[in-house]
């Protein structure tokens, strides 16, 4: 069963402070992507990554996918309050790649 | 706002009782997802369908089914409810159904209590 470990699970800073939300699994996935979710919305596709290694920057968020792509980690640089909101992480599964698997989800608060 | 449309909001029902979760998908997009957020579970994958045929089938209990029209909107069905299945309901949608290219887009979701 593949699964994916979020880490911290809750996060509460000042605005203006970074931070490193983690996306740890045992399993090898082909790809990984990150989302965001506010209260009483869906989840919005921030970033895929494919390739062991690789770096996405996207304006203040910084998302790597590890070189055995079994773990991933999205930095975020001078949070402001907008960042708020339940992050996730999720993985392609096994099911010839239409099925995501998802993490349990970071929930972060960035108070001014 | 996503594309992606989903009725009723909220619903709220009794243990044994049986419902119809709708989603409307992107205009052009041919595979719809559905999902179920618990606090407990996270959001877990239940079941796919592309241009009304079943792709992919994840976590979905024999009590919920769900179906693909010829106009591409979709119906999850969840019978004799329990307590724990109390929960938010996503519907996704994409152009082609294939990962990692094809981005899914949610819906806002149906919040189900069950009494």
């Known amino acids: 069963t593949q699964l994916l470990e979020q880490s911290p699970q809750f996060l509460s800073i000042q605005e203006g402070e970074n931070l490193t939300v983690y996306c740890n699994s045992s399993?090898?996935?082909?790809?990984l992507q990150w989302y965001r979710q506010e209260p009483g919305e869906g989840p919005v596709l921030l970033v895929t990554?494919?390739?062991?290694?690789e770096v996405k920057k996207l304006k203040r968020l910084t998302f790597q996918f590890g070189d055995a792509r079994k773990d991933s980690s999205l930095h975020i640089t001078a949070a402001q309050p907008g960042d708020t909101g339940l992050y996730l992480c999720?993985?392609?599964?096994?099911?010839?790649?239409?099925?995501?698997?998802f993490g349990k989800g970071t929930t972060l608060s960035v108070s001014s | 706002d996503s594309g992606v449309t989903q009725t009723p909001k909220h619903l709220i029902t009794a243990t044994g009782q049986r419902v119809t979760l709708r989603c409307s998908p992107r205009?052009?997009?041919?595979?719809v997802y559905w999902y179920q957020q618990s606090l407990d579970q996270g959001l877990q994958f239940l079941i796919q369908?592309?241009?009304?045929?079943?792709?992919a089938k994840g976590n979905i209990l024999e009590r919920f089914s769900a179906q693909q029209f010829p106009d591409l909107h979709s119906e999850l069905n969840l019978s004799s409810l329990e307590l724990g299945d109390s929960a938010l309901y996503f519907c996704?949608?994409?152009?082609?159904?294939?990962?990692?290219?094809?981005?899914?887009?949610f819906g806002p979701g149906t919040r189900l209590t069950v009494l």
């Open positions: 996704a949608s994409s152009v082609i159904g294939t990962l990692p290219t094809d981005t899914q887009y």
């Open positions: 399993s090898v996935f082909s790809s």
């Open positions: 990554v494919v390739t062991g290694g």
């Open positions: 999720a993985g392609e599964g096994d099911q010839a790649g239409t099925a995501l698997i």
């Open positions: 205009s052009g997009d041919l595979s």
């Open positions: 369908y592309y241009n009304g045929e079943e792709r």
